[in-house]
């Protein structure tokens, strides 16, 4: 490990100075002068912003960084694949924290502890649990710049305007309200995530089922029986159901996150329970009807609670990454706190990591919404994440497989192609046996 690069890298990151942009640097201060950083990531806002400032990295270090974007949901299969073959084609992974066992176990990721370790890098900024999320085996395996949960959010003239009043306190409630407003010839009430995967049906339906009071397993870690056909999950499911198939937009059994935000933004629906990250996207003043007019709130919950949906996306370095130093020296700068604040303050991303931005002025006049209906759009994503359930994914390598099977089985449920409980307990059958060979269970 070239240490004195690291910490040259670290002290530019800490000193704003790669954030706000760079002098021309001599030969010899550039210590990865022809390394190429490859980058394997999503076409999300933060990526986005990210090559827009990449020059200044590069311009310090001499290195150069690729960048290939792709749909989330195709981003998400292609990391899978290069990960799990050990491919060197990439030495930088966009990754979720939920899939970060998985491939920490099978030794795919490079600690960054040794560059964490430069006294000039903050880890301390970040918000605790996101850099839990990325911790395997007591070793930081990627540095967070996503932190992730969902928001109601409703717009307030519509709502007001039927006579009604928002937000609802259960998903039992929203129900209710989406019924009432139908009465009133208001409809489509809502726009909700419908492919079946991990990361959207299962991203909702997790929280409607804590909310019910079911669980994943009987008692994580110490008995891994899984119960995705209990009785609340099996209630979570027609819950969901009934908002999809009833009350959605056209087109929910398949719809995604961009689906949502598209319906919210255009004042097409009254309400939506979305990603809390996605208020810049569905306020931005250039494409957004709403501005001004939405309300903002922590997503229902049930008879158990309120469960928000939690989780961090960061980048990893794969272990087989032919330039490991050059891309931790990468992962520093773009997570360090003034590149955070520059993207955070002159964009739409919001779905900042680090505890220092949220409250810097900078970022406060950007993204501190509050029109009047409920909480401040701050106030609501920081209850939101309070909220957070730390294993709404459950910390093994096994649960994308896991939540991908029951996101089908929920999607039959939608299509009427099975029952709530036909579709989970066949969900269940498939997870015990995927458990079983995991070795969690006899």
């Known amino acids: 490990m070239q240490r004195q690069n690291l910490s040259k890298i670290a002290a530019l990151a800490a000193a704003g100075i790669m954030a706000l942009g760079l002098g021309t640097a001599s030969a010899q201060d550039k210590p990865y002068d022809g390394v190429t950083i490859r980058v394997l990531s999503t076409q999300q806002p933060w990526d986005i912003e990210v090559q827009k400032r990449v020059a200044a990295f590069q311009e310090a270090t001499g290195a150069t960084v690729e960048y290939d974007l792709y749909a989330f949901g195709q981003a998400v299969q292609k990391i ?53 999320a990325f911790t395997y085996d007591g070793k930081v395996m990627g540095l967070p710049y996503f932190a992730a949960t969902q928001l109601y959010y409703w717009n307030g003239p519509m709502i007001e305007e039927a006579g009604l009043t928002a937000p609802p306190e259960t998903w039992e409630d929203m129900l209710t ?66 908002l999809l198939n009833n009350h959605g937009i056209p087109g929910s059994v398949s719809a995604g996150y961009d689906d949502v935000v598209v319906a919210m933004q255009q004042g097409n629906v009254p309400m939506v329970v979305e990603g ?37 996306q960061g980048y990893v370095v794969g272990a087989a990454s032919r330039n490991v130093d050059a891309a931790k020296a990468f992962v520093l700068w773009v997570t360090s706190r003034d590149t955070v604040l520059d993207i ?5 991303f919001l779905a900042v990591t680090r505890s220092s931005v949220w409250s810097h002025p900078a970022f406060v006049k950007a993204h501190g919404y509050d029109f009047g209906y409920g909480m401040s759009f701050t106030e609501a994503y920081s209850k939101a994440l309070e ?47 995927l458990l079983k060979r995991a070795g969690y269970l006899k």
């Not at 089908?408 to 059958?429: F, H």
């Open 276 to 312: 809390a990250p996605l208020a810049g996207r569905i306020l931005d003043p250039e494409l957004s009807k709403v501005v001004g007019k939405v309300g903002f709130a922590p997503p229902p919950g049930g008879p158990a609670g309120q469960f928000a949906p939690f989780t961090a």
């Open 80 to 132: 899978a694949v290069e990960l799990s073959t050990g491919s060197p084609a990439y030495d930088v992974f966009f990754l979720e924290a939920s899939d970060v066992s998985r491939f920490a176990a099978a030794g795919r990721l490079s600690p960054l502890d040794d560059a964490i370790a430069s006294e000039n890098f903050d880890v301390d900024d970040f918000i605790p649990s996101t850099v839990k």
């Open 177 to 242: 309200l989406c019924g009432a407003l139908k009465d009133k010839g208001v409809a489509p009430c809502t726009a909700m995530r419908g492919k079946p995967s991990t990361s959207e049906n299962i991203w909702y339906w997790t929280q409607i089922m804590l909310g019910e009071g079911g669980t994943w397993v009987k008692d994580f870690p110490d008995d891994m029986t899984p119960t995705v056909n209990s009785p609340a999950a099996v209630k979570a499911a027609g819950l969901y159901a009934d």
């Open 387 to 433: 909220l957070g359930e730390p294993n709404y994914r459950l910390p093994i390598p096994e649960f994308r497989e896991m939540g991908d099977r029951v996101g089908l089985a929920l999607q039959q449920v939608v299509t009427g192609e099975k029952s709530a409980r036909e579709a989970l307990d066949d969900a269940q059958a498939d997870v015990e046996k």
């Open 344 to 348: 955070a303050a002159n964009s739409t």
